[in-house]
């Protein structure tokens, strides 16, 4: 078989031709707005309750809980993002996008007639098990929709639509608490998913493919995949030591037709509660653990040691289904576990800047809430710019290396912020900030956008959803450990007086002498330090791990 070039200075692979676009180009429009619409949805209800606690917690009370207002539902969302991916590949996207949808304006319905907090939390927990299917099926759609020269164009396009909506989700939900009822922060959710939901109905239409269920025990090893590729005259042109892709949906190889069947595949239904299980436990001990409770306290330990028992049950249940949730290929290829650990660091780097920034602004700079959000916002300016910018660049010195050069540009950003002087001028940390957006676009497009085009449409989803987990993961992860150092520092700055929470209270108040302002400054830069060391792990995952050119399939 002759062999194409990739437009991205990669290496020549067969060209194997993949399924259908799953809609004409005529419709590809409205089904485009649709996905922007469903990507602000779940973007924006991220953030919009931060502003309107206060008259959320007078109407309802529970204020001890209110937390949980924001981490249910992030909670609900990283841990359904593989089981999305994995049915979206079963089932088909439009299946999974519709449910998900018409679960979250559910969810959205039920918390705006919330009679108290607890009841509120369980709805936005619905609500975040119908924005895992929205933020998941709508990535892996963008790459279906378009060939891979025109996947930057939308994917920038969603990044603009997501870091818009993250940014602008606490203002509208200040403006809604204040000038209207907190209530209509999830009513307004109504009007716009529905037509979200009908341009999707209407517009996005699937060609029929035939699914294929393979027998447990009919895996095949790296060494019998090539000598099959060989027996079909196909030369493997994957990175060495790395399983190439499975075929396209409708060229399916031996292997794949040794355990074809005319039946629906399977859905692993056991293995889709236990990640769902085992996700929702690791992440509540990650969330909670040095805020609700300390570290090494009983329900800490409790949670983690269940933890770890439930990881060993997916690990037995996955490997004995047939179609797993979580299969093992997606670890098992070098390109796709590269890209898994680099955005899992991505998502560890960026609590320094979203959740620590401000908290400086307003601290060490003395800004106000507004201008402390406008030092944090700009990086929305330079990130879409830049990661529209990317493909000019990954396709002279292809994926890998353009993303090497994007975090370790934000490397060296991160690790400049401990410099600043103290107490400084606003403009300082936004100009870091709006080069960090600029690096981190050439890191982040090109990395999905080359992962995606590694794979066919069957596994698409599964590997979309994969990275995106990670990356929520590493923003989990992230959080505890940053707050933990942060706490570290301002305990032994202050002689043990009080975490971080306490002491912006101090400031607020006006009560915290200059030492505290010192003192928060050191912990900021202690954790831009370590923000600044996982941009350094990546780019060494990427550099030892992942190979130069990624094994892209020809369109």
């Known amino acids: 078989m002759q062999g194409e070039r990739n437009p991205v200075g990669g290496d020549t692979r067969p060209a194997v031709r993949d399924a259908a676009p799953p809609t004409g180009t005529g419709r590809r429009g409205a089904v485009v707005a649709a996905l922007m619409l469903a990507m602000a949805l779940a973007a924006l209800d991220a953030t919009v309750v931060s502003t309107a606690v206060p008259q959320i917690v007078g109407d309802l009370g529970g204020f001890s809980y209110f937390s949980w207002l924001f981490s249910g ?58 924005g895992g299917a929205l933020q998941g099926t709508v990535q892996t759609l963008a790459a279906d929709l378009y060939p891979l020269k025109e996947r930057p164009r939308i994917q920038s396009k969603l990044s603009t639509v997501w870091a818009l909506s ?28 529905a037509v979200a939901l009908w341009l999707i109905v209407r517009h996005l239409h699937e060609p029929e493919r035939k699914t294929t269920a393979r027998a447990r025990g009919e895996r095949r090893t790296s060494a019998e995949e090539e000598a ?78 269940a933890g770890l028992v439930l990881a060993a049950v997916v690990v037995v249940v996955e490997r004995r289904a047939a179609e797993p ?19 899992g660091a991505l998502g560890l780097l960026m ?14 700079l003395g800004l106000g809430p507004v201008a402390a959000g406008f030092v944090l916002s700009v990086w929305t300016l330079s990130w879409p710019v830049s990661a529209a910018f990317s493909q000019h660049v990954y396709r002279r010195i292809g994926f890998r290396d353009t993303a090497v050069l994007g975090m370790g ?22 100009l870091l900030m709006l080069l960090l957006g600029g690096a981190l676009g050439l890191f982040q497009l090109p990395l999905i956008v080359g992962v995606q085009s590694t794979v066919g449409w069957s596994e698409r989803g599964t590997t979309t959803a994969s990275v995106l987990f990670c990356r929520q993961t590493g923003q989990t992860l992230g959080a505890a450990v940053f707050g933990a150092v942060a706490n570290g520092v301002l305990a032994t700055r202050l002689g043990g007086a ?7 209270r101090a400031l607020d108040a006006g009560t915290a002498p200059e030492a505290t302002r010192h003192a928060i400054a050191e912990a900021v830069h202690a954790v831009y330090f370590g923000a600044a060391c996982a941009a350094a792990l990546a780019v060494l995952v990427l550099l030892l791990l992942a190979p130069r050119k990624f094994p892209v399939l020809g369109d």
């Open 73 to 130: 539902y992030l909670l609900a969302v990283t841990v359904t993002l593989p089981v999305y991916g994995k049915l979206s590949d079963t089932l088909g996207r439009k299946p999974v996008l519709v449910a998900g949808a018409a679960l979250f304006l559910l969810g959205s319905l039920l918390c705006a007639l919330a009679w108290n907090m607890a009841a509120l939390i369980a709805f936005r927990i619905v609500q975040g098990l119908g």
């Open 166 to 193: 993250a940014v602008a989700g606490p203002g509208v939900g200040g403006l809604l608490a204040a000038y209207a009822d907190w209530r209509w922060i999830f009513l307004v959710n109504l009007p716009v998913g």
């Open 228 to 305: 099959t590729a060989r027996a079909r005259g196909e030369r493997r042109t994957g990175a060495e030591g790395e399983t190439p892709p499975r075929a396209r949906e409708g060229e399916t190889t031996p292997r794949a037709r040794e355990g074809e069947t005319s039946a629906r595949a399977r859905v692993d239904w056991a293995g889709a509660l236990a990640v769902f299980a085992c996700g929702g436990v690791l992440l509540t001990a990650l969330v909670q653990g040095g805020v609700a409770w300390p570290w090494l306290s009983a329900p800490s330990l409790a949670l983690l040691t």
């Open 325 to 343: 949730i979580i299969p093992g290929w997606v670890w098992r290829r070098r390109t796709i576990a590269a890209v898994n650990l680099a955005l």
């Open 351 to 364: 609590v320094a800047p979203t959740v620590f920034l401000p908290t400086y602004a307003q601290s060490v």
């Open 409 to 430: 540009l934000a490397a060296l950003i991160l690790f400049a912020f401990p410099f600043l002087p103290y107490p400084g001028h606003a403009w300082q940390p936004a």
């Open 498 to 504: 009080g975490d971080l929470d306490s002491v912006t």
